[in-house]
Antibody, heavy 115, light 110 residues
């Protein structure tokens, strides 16, 4: 059974870089698209981007200049980096398998941006 | 890219059918049959209910069905049950090679 588990710092200061990791277990990591999706408290979902085959990436145009998604296939991990964060970045961050539709999700990790 | 428009809330009595609309533009919903729907209970991760407009993943009840006409997609829940009370989000591929979610709909079972 495929499981996704996000992890991260929880609290990030404004202007710093947010770094999150998603560990995938029970599946062949390199065979799928892997995405990051976020949800601000009490609000809707926003697609951040995906990676496929360790190198092909596609990002939300509104975030493209500040976001990087990468993978470490040796550890079955997906990573997200978001530069120059502001309070607007505060959200629950999910990793999910797929692009276009997401059938498997992690439980999410909450990130708060505050000084 | 603007979020797809969904009604803020929809309600129905047990056993009834309800339909949630998801209105986009010719740059997203109207251009592709790549619309998906997600159910989200409080404090839980979203769950895929419909993909590619009208396909149900294995394990999803056949009480859930999807359709599309022009720039508007719809999710219908038949035989409404208490456990269907949740937030629902649509999603579409766009001509910008990205994905946009709907504003979300809270379904209440009366």
């Amino acid at each position: 059974q495929v499981q996704l588990q996000e992890s991260g710092p929880g609290l990030v200061k404004p202007s710093e870089t947010l770094s999150l990791t998603c560990t995938v277990s029970g599946d062949s990591f390199s065979s799928y698209y892997w995405s990051w999706i976020r949800q601000p408290p009490g609000k809707g979902l926003e697609w951040i981007g995906y990676i496929y085959n360790s190198a092909t990436t596609n990002y939300n145009p509104s975030l493209k200049s500040r976001v990087t998604i990468s993978v470490d296939t040796s550890r079955n991990q997906l990573s997200l980096r978001l530069n120059s964060v502001t309070a607007a970045v505060t959200a629950l961050y999910y990793c999910a398998r797929g692009a276009g539709w997401w059938g498997i999700w992690g439980q999410g990790t909450m990130v708060t941006v505050s000084s | 890219q603007s979020a797809l428009t969904q009604p803020a809330s929809v309600s129905g009595s047990p056993g009834q059918s309800i339909t949630i609309s998801c209105t986009g533009t010719s740059s997203d919903v109207g251009s592709y049959d790549y619309v998906s729907w997600y159910q989200q209970h409080p404090g839980k991760a979203p769950q895929l209910m419909i993909y590619d407009v009208s396909n149900r993943p294995s394990g999803v009840s056949n009480r859930f069905s999807g359709s599309k006409s022009g720039n508007t997609a719809s999710l219908t829940i038949s035989g409404l049950r208490a456990e269907d009370e949740a937030d629902y989000y649509c999603n579409s591929y766009t001509t910008s090679n990205s994905y946009v979610f709907g504003t979300g709909t809270k379904v209440t079972v009366l």
